[in-house]
């Protein structure tokens, strides 16, 4: 079945990251094949500080939060954005119990948040770097210093080559070595420390890459810049001799209110020595000799992908081919399933109100990979696929959409389990029962792996019922089918889920 063409590129697209240290509003006018950005917005809120040890949102910091999405989502009102992608980093990732806030932000700002795994994370700031630097022949290694992460990457034109996200941060690292804002050299070395055995791992496989320039991205290496470039006017880049004067300058003081550096503004000063040790480190273990800093950061990779996503460049539909070759996916198969799978949402879509585009999309996805998990064993191969899906890197993915699609092949056949729903994000923990039965039907019919089409087949839904009408002969004609729907019936009932099967006569054939 095809769907709908895709719409024109929108006018007006906006991105929000919800980063550890700081939120971004960036919006932009998409003309001419080019993204200008007319507007940003920036709030130090701090919400990776705001995590204590089991993972828990201290209340103060989610209203900061929620009173800087407030603002946010005002000024996406005002603008009339036509697409928006909000992105959630380090310390959504290591929250807990955080449905709640989650709702009560995406109530704020009027759209909903995606989390995103480190490995994505750094693939869309280096999109965001790549696509806003002027390019290069050869390699470039980028570094980001966030609140809560330190992703670095190596890349050769648009296309990352290898990525790492270590759990490096300015703001963690600066509360466990710096507590209470006290400087000395001491405390200096033990941050270098424990940054040197996050790198460690990564410095043989970066370096054998290598790469030509190095760019650096986001406020703690903009911070460390200006600060370089304060102590040295002529500084046209960050050195490893620029560094250690800034570290010889902040440990004149004791203090991070006294650092003697205007370039280190009062919202930065507590969290810019954990950066330092970090870009410090960073310059040590990869042998970096002169870092740039790049204008693009993570929120520029977002509207860029966003504008992927609606021009047919999307990176999800990517990594699913990846996928499909890596597990050698029957290709046929899986396109005989996606097109009877998409019939038949097309049928319900508006009664279970799967209207959502990305249902359709979930649901492709899920019929392209559902089998993916036969190339672990055929024994279970639903929950190989699934444990595949959530474990995996799949770069364009968010985490909910991964966790969705997970969930939806993993359901495809046997008995459907209903445990875990809740921890969806809404309106998702509704609909993915739905999906997932169209998902089983889809797969039901096609499991003899026959190039015949299929027969014309109505769908109706009944209150809590889902009525599915075939051909008499058809019927009869394919008792295997049958007996199939009749186990299917049973296993759908024990999910509290009820499934009819009609002949077109109106006659029951199960």
């Known amino acids: 079945m095809s769907r709908a063409p895709r719409s024109p590129t929108p006018e007006l697209l906006a ?11 960036v919006v932009a006018r998409h003309s001419h094949g080019q993204l200008v950005v007319i507007d940003r917005l920036r709030e130090m809120v701090r919400l990776g500080s705001g995590i204590d040890a089991e993972g828990r949102l201290d209340r103060d910091v989610a209203a900061r939060a929620l009173a800087c999405l407030e603002r946010f989502g005002q000024r996406l009102r005002d603008m009339h954005a036509d697409k928006v992608r909000v992105v959630g980093t380090n310390a959504l990732r290591q929250a807990h119990r955080k449905q709640a806030f989650l709702e009560r932000a995406r109530a704020a700002l009027g759209h909903p948040i995606e989390i995103v795994s480190g490995m994505e994370e750094a693939r869309l700031i280096y999109s965001g770097v790549a696509h806003t630097s002027p390019a290069i022949d050869g390699r470039r290694l980028v570094v980001d210093i966030g609140g809560g992460s330190t992703e670095l990457i190596v890349g050769e034109g648009l296309a990352p080559l290898r990525l790492a996200s270590t759990d490096l941060g300015c703001v963690s690292l600066s509360e466990r070595h710096f507590a209470g804002g006290k400087l000395s050299a001491k405390r200096l070395a033990r941050a270098r420390v424990a940054a040197r055995g996050e790198l460690g791992p990564i410095e043989e496989p970066f370096r054998e890459l290598g790469w030509r320039q190095v760019l650096g991205s986001s406020g703690s290496v903009k911070a460390i810049a200006e600060a370089a470039r304060e102590l040295d006017p002529a500084a046209t880049a960050i050195t490893a001799e620029a560094i250690e004067a800034v570290i010889e300058a902040v440990l004149r003081a004791r203090d991070v209110r006294d650092i003697p550096l205007a370039a280190v503004t009062d919202e930065r000063r507590a969290v810019f020595p954990g950066g330092l040790a970090i870009l410090a480190e960073t310059f040590e273990v990869l042998g970096v000799e002169r870092m740039e800093v790049a204008e693009g950061a993570m929120r520029d990779g977002l509207l860029h992908d ?26 046929a198969q899986a396109e005989r399933v996606e097109r009877t799978a998409l019939a038949l949402l097309a049928q319900v ?40 899906l959530e474990h995996a890197d799949m770069p364009g993915f968010p985490r909910e959409e991964q966790r969705l699609l997970s969930r939806l092949v993993g359901g495809h056949r046997r008995k459907l389990a209903t445990e875990g729903v809740e921890q969806l994000l809404p309106p998702w923990d509704r609909r993915i029962l739905h999906l997932t039965v169209l998902l089983r039907i889809a797969v039901l019919l096609h499991r003899g792996r026959g190039r015949a089409p299929l027969p014309d087949i109505s769908l109706a839904v009944r209150g809590r019922t889902l009525e599915i009408r075939f051909p008499v002969r058809w019927l009869r004609a394919h008792p295997l089918t049958v007996a199939d729907l009749s186990q299917e019936i049973d296993l759908l009932a024990a999910a509290d889920f009820r499934l009819r099967v009609y002949s077109s006569r109106g006659l029951p054939a199960v």
Do not use: C, K
Request: without cysteine; glycine residues 6%.
């Open 306 to 331: 966003l504008v992927g996503r609606l021009t047919h460049e999307d990176a999800r539909e990517r990594t699913v081919r990846a996928m499909q070759a890596r597990y050698h996916v029957d290709l």
């Open 349 to 388: 879509e508006e009664d279970w109100q799967l209207d959502d585009p990305l249902a359709a999309q979930l649901l492709a996805w899920a019929a392209r990979l559902h089998e993916i998990g036969l190339d672990v064993a055929h024994s279970r191969y639903h929950q190989h696929g699934a444990y595949l």
């Open 15 to 25: 991105a929000v990251d919800l980063g550890s240290n700081s939120f971004h509003l």
